[in-house]
């Protein structure tokens, strides 16, 4: 008796098959570039979200100093820094260290530094963050307490980049949500209507199989398949 009802079920799916054929072609055809397209976002979001993670990883904190600070001024703000948790390295950065690495960079064209009378660039602070704190909030968090240090003229951590790189990887995100929502909700009408479809092209061999006691399960397990 099993062995018949499978048999049955399997010649059904069979002939739904073929007697639909352009119904099923283009319901297959659908889901699959639906699944293409949100497969792909959902790649997209994914390796932008590794491409952030990795950028933040490499965000280092410049603390610029007021020139009048003396040394004293400087070593309090150095054992303030220190203090912060979120801290892993202070290095201090004087004038004519901060001088040379610009010289280094330049590669055979510092000569336009010789015209320079003074030093203008200021003494400052290169702050490494703990791994645990590289992510937006925190460094945020931390960049505003350490603005409020009396002696410290400016902070630069690549802020504007980083606000503008997360508005964008926020958008994307929504983006990629309610396009893979529409698509996912797209498939399930398009499936629902292809079973429709099928189901309204057999209406009379459905009456007759519920005329002869067929179950309501056993009418349906060849749609679903």
């Not at 491409?51 to 003396?70: A, G, M, P, Q, T």
């Not at 945020?140 to 400016?154: S, V, Y």
Request: charged residues 20%; contains cysteine; hydrophobic residues 45%.
């Amino acid at each position: 008796m099993i062995i018949n009802k499978t048999r049955y079920c399997l010649s059904s799916v069979i002939s739904n098959i073929q007697s639909n054929m352009l119904i099923n072609i283009t319901a297959l055809t659908t889901i699959t570039f639906t699944f293409v397209i949100f497969t792909t976002f959902l790649l997209l979001v994914i390796n932008l979200s590794e491409f952030k993670k990795s950028w933040i990883e490499r965000v280092h904190v410049l603390v610029y100093l007021n020139d009048k600070l003396n040394n004293d001024s400087i070593n309090i703000i150095n054992n303030s820094l220190k203090t912060h948790p979120e801290i892993s390295l202070v290095k201090f950065v004087s004038k004519k260290e901060a001088l040379k690495s610009l010289k280094d960079s330049l590669k055979g064209q510092d000569g336009i530094l010789e015209y320079l009378n003074n030093n203008p660039l200021p003494n400052s602070f290169e702050i490494n963050i703990k791994p645990e704190f590289l992510n937006i909030e925190s460094i945020e968090n931390l960049i505003n307490k350490i603005d409020k240090i009396k002696g410290i003229t400016d902070i630069e951590y690549g802020q504007k980049w980083l606000e503008r790189f997360n508005g964008f990887f926020y958008f994307l995100k929504i983006t990629a949500m309610t396009i893979g929502a529409f698509l996912f909700i797209s498939s399930l009408f398009i499936i629902s209507n292809t079973i429709k479809l099928m189901v309204y092209s057999r209406r009379d061999e459905i009456e007759i199989m519920k005329l002869v006691g067929s179950t309501g399960r056993f009418i349906k397990i060849p749609f679903y398949i």
